[in-house]
């Protein structure tokens, strides 16, 4: 297992939080979702045999929100 921290921008409320996590659960190969709505990040575990550093920031891209570094 890998763990990558995302900043996300664009969460505003515990909404959004809830989107992000939803999002980066529906990628194949996600283990464990946590996200700061006070830090703006979004931390996966994930499998790289399933999925990659591109395929979650566009899961996060995808459902409105601003991946990045
Ligand atoms: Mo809150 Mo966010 O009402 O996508 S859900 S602003």
């Not at 996966?44 to 459902?63: E, Q």
């Amino acid at each position: 297992m890998e763990t990558l921290t995302i900043n996300v921008g664009g969460m505003t409320c515990d909404g959004c939080a809830s989107k992000v996590v939803h999002a980066l659960e529906g990628v194949d190969g996600v283990a464990m979702v946590q996200v700061s709505l006070e830090k703006g990040t979004a931390t996966v575990t994930y499998d790289g045999r399933s999925t990659n550093v591109d395929d979650l920031f566009a899961a996060v891209d995808d459902a409105g929100f601003d991946a990045g570094y």
